[in-house]
Each structure stands twice: as structure tokens, then as C-alpha cells.
């Protein structure tokens, strides 16, 4: 049967030297006898050799002698990050209910910026003048920030995906917006983040094989199209391996991106509902086809066992709201479990929070002023309970590289349980 | 006509030596023909002898030569303030949105806590265990607290007043609770604050003089029973001048304080909605009257420009949330007036709140980026505001002490108005 092409849409992309990089078309046909134009092919075509080689931000400085844990450093524009590293997230250009210096103070070394909320207020276009993120919130040290897909997905029951990219609304004045993968880097290299991520797709948990793989391979063109619109700031970029929960079409999608290759690659779309051995699963599906030369980010985990387990099977990087949301909702981290601060027993409680802790919160004060000040929903209790739990994650990711260093990570694994069990 | 005396009530009061300091009565009778028993009297009477005479806390270190500014200090058990000087508010154990160590940087010398909302919660038994106000909330400067007399007033519509004190219901759960003058006092030993305030009657305005004469009354002799019931625990104790907006009647408070005789005598029920001429004809009725030689301090005032006619008038201490509540809601304090940082005007404004400012927000922090702060209600808004805020009144009140020093006084009050002119 024969169709004639009556048109054909798309777009072409040069590189800042003015050479075509990849181009996008769409096809249609009216078949014979109709009248109705019909959509009948789309492809995005990449002209590989415009590839420039990549060189690793990571250095290994220690592994383990008996699991997949490793420490080492990440160079960046605004200075380099020991790992295994957990970033606190600063959504909205602020770490909720604290300062930059107490950031410092508590031991974060480079702090996660989300993308979508930058975009939609301020707005990137404002930050950039004011000479980028770092700038406009007075923190100094690297920020990464992510490309805006997961709030897209997740915040959005009405966005619409197509080969170019996201189509939703504001989730403040239901403005409509896009984002394609080439406006995710640009938004970012404006907001002058030290590590980009590249657009993604989300997958829900469950998915079928089919939803799973199509998702995966637009996640492949979307980082393709990310990779070649790089301009040369010296920015960081970084792939975003999907897949759902299918170990094949997670190795695949990380060969794809490894094809394309970035300054590091992140593990998406895990801890969003799957059962936590499921979610190690993947991680052990993963982990080992990436290039160990890289740094390995696990996006949007999670607890404290997911941090030690995370980095048991070779994650270098984590973010996480939990230790800030919990900590305005009264749950404070200790190293012996959880603790809810408004229960009763606490009210004459005159211990720290923990007392193996030397965070500014538990040096200063007790239980019951802690209690107290959350029962009367004053913000200094947000302020000090945001202090302590951001404090202990960032120790116990200086407990986790200190045990690789000195290569006892299992013994220092065994005992982080052990002491939740008492 | 003459009159069976049926009953009589009342209570007597002893100091810790067991000697007899005050008693209180109440008679009742039942006139001829009737069996209605009617309180027809009740009276405080005091035995003089036994008040221990008062040495001042306040040092004149300069006086203006052209008006009644001074400058001083007023020792306490936690250390020495410099006067004149503002006290930020710390109602519930904390100065809402900031640390002590804010406070200490941005040169707050002395805090006020609230007796009334730290009485209901978490109560003051519960801050005695932890050895007082000062290490429950880890402030180690000078606190002063109020007597929760003007809470017990303004929170309560149905506050009942008796010759005993006050009957109140909780504003948390409706318990009847009742503070009397003599529990005022205990509860702010029990505290440990440095300055206590005696349990005064808040005189609504505008008052008729009769009701304004009761009350001020009542107030003195409260005052009186505050001052004897005190243990010598090395805290001060302020009496306060009501009155209302009559001068005698406020003259005549004073005298009555100063035979009594206090550590330092402060103004009560002004601020509460007179005209700012007829708050500053009451100071210049009141002052004169106090002993030069003492403290004086004009509760809960004010803004900037009451803070300077209070101080050209002859005050030393001031204390208002002003600061901090004006900071929660966006409005700041500066040199040229006030400016409410939500205003879009400020959208990409990269100057300091304030340029003539050296606070920690002011040196850190555009305006574009405090209004974006504000806009997405930030916790960090809120402790930005109110650290910029709460270091405009401490500095306005350390140029005032410097102007005094130098005794250029009026060129600096001229200097202040011009600036807000411009």
C-alpha cells in the first residue's frame, strides 16, 4: 500500500559552534482515498561524532575489601564533595527552617536545588541575574539540582508527555507550561547549579513491562538531547538511569547512557512505593553497569537503613526531605530509632535528644524545651529539630566513610542495626 | 442605723522569719429585718516595719544637658544592661524565630518572658526542675518577666478582678485558674527571671476617672502585698504606675510605689490605643515623679519613634513584639521608615533590606531574595525578618546611648525624623 507524505513537523539542533547536533521530525500521510492527515512516524536522529569525550569528576580514594561500599571525592565548580555524600534538600533556594552557616555548621557539603519550583518561582531568568543560585541564597558550596521531571510527574495528574517533552500547569496559578529536555538544561545552567540532571520521564510503581520500556527509551532521547545542548560552563551533568522494576530494561537504559556518557549517572524512579528489598534489587541490577569510575547517585533516598544500604551496594550520593520534613513534623533521628518529641514522656525528659549527638540542638537543649516549643508550634522548634536530623545524616555519612577508610564497613553496618535493636 | 456584723473573711501574710507582714479582711452583716448577709467593707492593711529598705540596680553613667535622656546601667544576677535598652519579647521560653546566639549577635543585652503563658505551659514547676528560665531555654543573659497581669486582661473577656486577684480561664482549655499578686510573685521566683514585675490591673482606655481611680488602687495595693510576700532570692522587683490618662491619678500611683519603695518602677496601660500625644503628656506626668535614681521602664512601647520620645523623656528600658511580629508578616524596620518586602517593587531588588544595616540579613541577603522568601512562607523568612528587625531596635537604642554619652541627644533625634522625611 502506498502513502503519500503530506507533511512533516520537527525541530534541528547546533551546537554553540553552529553544527547540527540531532534534528527531530514527525511524518504524516493522508492514505489513499481519505482525506484525513495521519501521524505515521516520529524519530530524533543524534550526529554522534559531536560527542566530546568525557573525563570523570570522581577519584576513589578507599573501598571496601568485602561489599560494593567506596569513598571518594567529586570535583566541582564550587569545590569538591567527600562521598558517600547526603545532600539536604533546599527546594525553594532556602533548606527549610535553617541558615547556610548552619548548613556548614552541621557538616552538609553540597545541598540539592529543584528545578521545576525554581522555575516557577522565582524563576530562573531572576536568579540569573543575580549571578545564579549560589549568589541568590548565600551558600557557596556545590549545588546540584535536579531537572524538575519528578515534580512534573508527581505533582501533576494532568501532564502530558509527548517526544519533545512535558506539557503540564503550575501548580500555583495553573499556568500551562513545557519543559523539554533542552529547557531543563538551560534552566539550569541559568540557575548555575554545580551538577545538572538531565530531563526523565516518570514511572509509576507498578508498571507493566511495556509503559516501563517505552518511558525508559524516551529517558534515552530526552538525555541524548540534554547531553548535546550542554553549553561549556564547566557544569556537571549527570544521566538519570530508569527502567522501572525490570532489572534488563534498567541495564539497558544504563548502556544507553553510558553510550552517550556523563559526569556521573543517578538511579530514578526507585523508592516510589516498591518493597525496600525490591528497591535493593534494582540497585544490585544497576550498580554494577555503571562505570566505576563515576559517581553513582541514588535519587530521593531515603532512611537512615537506606542510606547504609545504598552505600553497601556502591551508591556514592543521596537526597532525601526527610530529615527537614520529619523534623517539622516532630520526628527526630537518633542513633537508637526514632523519636516523636511531642509524646508525653518527654515533657520533664531533661536528656538531649541523643545523647551520642553534638549537633547545636542537643548540645543546648533538652527534651522538654524541645516538646515544649513544638507543643506551642513555635518556629524555633522547626529550626532546631531540622538542625539535628540533617546533623545526623550528614554524620552518619562521615561514620559510613570513615568505616571505609579504615575498610570496616561491615562491622560499622552491623552495628548501626544492633544499636536500633536495643 | 446600726449594722450586725455576721462574718468576716480574709487571709493574713507572714514572711519568712514568721513575722505577720499584711493581712486582708472582708466583713459582712445583716442589716435589721432582713436575712441577706451583705459584704459592706474590705481592707488590706500593711505592717510597714517590716520592708527592708531598697538600694537602687541603676548606675547614671551621662545625661543629656538638653532634655531627660539618660544613659546607665542596671545590674542583675545574670549580668549588667545598658541603658536605654529594648527587650525582645520571648513569650513562651523563646524569642519566636531566632536562637540566643541571634540574639546575643545582633546585641540584644536582656529578654522579656511572659509569666502568664509560661504559668499555663508548660508551667512554671516544670521550668523550676530544669534550674529556672534561663537554662530551659539556654539564655544565660538578664530576663525580665511580666507579672501576666495585661495577658490575664487582654486575652480574657471574662476575666473577674477581687480585692484577692485575678479569676481567669485558660485561653487553651478553659480551666479556671486564678493569679493573685502574691502567686505573681512566686511563680516568677519559681521562673528565676532576673527582673520580676509586680500583678498590676490593666485600666482599658478610654476609662472614666472613677473606674481608672479603683483600679490604680487596687494596683497599689497589690504592689504592696507583692513586695512582701518576695524572698530574698536577688531578684529585682518592679512596681508599676497605672492611672490611666489621669495625671493625678498616675502621680499619685507613683507615690504611693516609691513609699513602698522597688527596685524600679515601670508605666503600665499606655500604648493601648491613646493618641501618641496624650502617651507621651502621661509620660511627662509620670516621669518627673519617679526617683532619678532608678530604673524606669514603659511596658510594652513601641515603635522606633516611641522608643525615641521615651527616651527624650527620661525611660531606660522598653520592650514591644513589635520587631518580631512586624518581621512575620514582611514588614521591616530601617533608617528611612518601614518597607513591606512582599511589594513587588522589590521583585529584583538587590540591595540589603537596609544599606545603612550590618545585621546578618542585611550583609547576606538581597530584598529580591527576602520578598521570594516571604512569597513561598519560608520558615527562613521569618528568622531572616526578625533578626533584621529585632537589630534595628537594639542598634536604635545603642546610637541613642552613644548620642547621650556625647550629649548630642537632640542632633541625634533631629538626625532620626529627617531620615524617615526623605
Known amino acids: 500500500m502506498s502513502y503519500n507524505l503530506s507533511a512533516v513537523g520537527g525541530e534541528a539542533f547546533y551546537d554553540s559552534d553552529n553544527n547540527l547536533v540531532s534534528f527531530f521530525f514527525v511524518l504524516y500521510s493522508i492514505a ?45 565548580l564550587h569545590g569538591t564533595i567527600k562521598t558517600p555524600v547526603f545532600m539536604p534538600v533546599g527546594t525553594l533556594a532556602t533548606v527549610k527552617a535553617v541558615t547556610p552557616e548552619n548548613l556548614v555548621d552541621l557538616g552538609a557539603q553540597i545541598i540539592l536545588g529543584n528545578t521545576y519550583h525554581l522555575f516557577i518561582r522565582p524563576g530562573h531568568e531572576l536568579i540569573k541575574k543575580f549571578g545564579g543560585l549560589h549568589r541568590f541564597m548565600h551558600w557557596n558550596g556545590p549545588i546540584l539540582t535536579d531537572s524538575g521531571g519528578f515534580q512534573i510527574f508527581s505533582l501533576q495528574e494532568l501532564a502530558k508527555i509527548t517526544e519533545q517533552g ?9 499556568a500551562r507550561l513545557f519543559l523539554g529536555p533542552e529547557d531543563a538544561v538551560h534552566i539550569q545552567e541559568a540557575l548555575g547549579s554545580d551538577i545538572m540532571m538531565v530531563l526523565d520521564t516518570c514511572i509509576p510503581y507498578p508498571a507493566n513491562r511495556d509503559e516501563a520500556a517505552k ?14 545542548v550542554q553549553s561549556k560552563t564547566g557544569q556537571l551533568l549527570f544521566g538519570i538511569v530508569q527502567g522501572g522494576m525490570y532489572p534488563d ?63 553497601y551496594r556502591g551508591v556514592d550520593m543521596f537526597d532525601c526531605v526527610m530529615p527537614t520534613r520529619n523534623a517539622r513534623n516532630g520526628m527526630l533521628f537518633t542513633s537508637s530509632g526514632r523519636l516523636v518529641i511531642k509524646n508525653s514522656r518527654y515533657r ?15 548540645r543546648n537543649y533538652s527534651r522538654a524545651y524541645l516538646r515544649h516549643l513544638f507543643q506551642c508550634r513555635e518556629i524555633l522548634a522547626y529550626h532546631l529539630n531540622s538542625i539535628h536530623n540533617l546533623h545526623y545524616y550528614c554524620s552518619l555519612m562521615a561514620e559510613m566513610r570513615k568505616a571505609i577508610t579504615e575498610d570496616c564497613f561491615m562491622d560499622f553496618r552491623q552495628a548501626f542495626y544492633s544499636q536500633r535493636e536495643q
Open 32 to 76: 489513499p482515498g481519505s482525506t484525513i492527515q495521519q501521524k505515521i512516524h516520529d524519530q530524533t536522529c543524534f550526529l554522534k561524532s559531536t560527542m566530546p569525550p568525557v573525563r570523570s569528576p570522581f577519584t576513589r580514594l578507599a573501598s571496601s575489601s568485602q561489599c560494593s561500599a567506596r569513598c571518594g571525592e567529586v570535583a566541582t
Open 166 to 174: 512535558a506539557e503540564f500547569r503550575s501548580h500555583l496559578d495553573g
Open 215 to 228: 518511558a525508559t527509551d524516551l529517558t534515552g532521547r530526552w538525555a541524548r538531547r540534554s547531553r548535546e
Open 249 to 311: 530494561l534498567r541495564r539497558q537504559a544504563a548502556e544507553e547512557l553510558i553510550d552517550i556518557g556523563f559526569d556521573g549517572y543517578a538511579l530514578g524512579g526507585l523508592s516510589v512505593g516498591e518493597p525496600k528489598e525490591l528497591m535493593q534489587e534494582m540497585l544490585e541490577a544497576t550498580v554494577p553497569h555503571l562505570p566505576d569510575d563515576f559517581p553513582v547517585y541514588l535519587m530521593g533516598v531515603g532512611t537512615p537503613e537506606d542510606l547504609v544500604e545504598g552505600v
Open 348 to 362: 520533664e525528659d531533661q536528656r538531649p535528644v541523643d545523647e551520642q549527638c553534638d549537633c547545636y540542638t542537643c
